[in-house]
């Protein structure tokens, strides 16, 4: 087998690393940061003779979908799909106990590494355009950490408890309200009551569904 290059090797080790410290995959740009790459496209073209020496697995339709090769990095993990989300105007869900049931489910097998030591991840189907800028468009899969707070500006399960509906937005806390911003330019956000609102889950991966 051909030696890899020193460049290859430094982003070899710095998906191993980024893996170690985060439990989940690097993006290409994160790559090109981490690594000092000139561009996304350098990185690319790395990435591709890293697969094609057996070193990793690339997953195009997953963000993230960078898989290592070694003695349990290739395995699967089954995630139960949960329902439906909206990324758009929030729709109705059956209850809020309907997030933590996932007896029976429909299940999705990913990547080990997406989901590394993350505990009771759980996948959502998305209904709607509202995150389309976010790259999550009509009909992708979301994976989902469980958390009841998450940082401003991270993309979150939200239930919204008296109108008994959930959307998926990015999330901000202002004084007296909370924003939730869709990641679409025609989309006007959703301003609510900080006591009306549940966080239900982070976005941790999105699965897109290619058509």
Do not use: C
Not at 103 to 110: D, K, R, Y
Not at 121 to 147: E, N
Not at 168 to 174: F, G, P, R, T
């Amino acid at each position: 087998m051909k030696s890899l290059s020193i460049k290859q090797e430094k982003i070899l080790g710095f998906i191993r690393q980024f893996v170690a410290d985060n439990a989940y995959p690097p993006t290409i740009r994160d790559i090109v940061r981490g690594v000092g790459i000139s561009s996304t496209s350098v990185a690319e073209y790395n990435l591709v003779i890293l697969e094609k020496a057996g070193h990793l697995r690339r997953h195009r339709e997953i963000s993230r979908g960078i898989e290592l090769i070694g003695k349990s990095d290739h395995s699967r993990m089954q995630v139960p799909i949960v329902g439906q989300i909206a990324a758009g105007e929030p729709i109705p869900v059956p209850s809020a106990d309907a997030w933590n049931t996932t007896s029976g489910a429909e299940t999705l097998a990913v990547p080990y590494e997406l989901i590394g030591k993350r505990e009771n991840v759980y996948a959502l189907k998305v209904k709607g355009l509202s995150m389309i800028d976010a790259l999550i468009d009509d009909g992708d899969i979301v994976l989902m950490q469980p958390a009841s707070s998450v940082e401003n500006g991270e993309m979150a399960a939200v239930w919204l408890k008296s109108e008994k509906t959930a959307t998926l937005k990015k999330v901000y806390a202002n004084p007296g309200r909370v924003r939730l911003q869709p990641a679409n330019s025609q989309m006007q956000p959703i301003l609510v009551d900080p006591d009306n609102v549940e966080i239900q889950g982070k976005v941790i991966a999105v699965i897109r569904q290619l058509t």
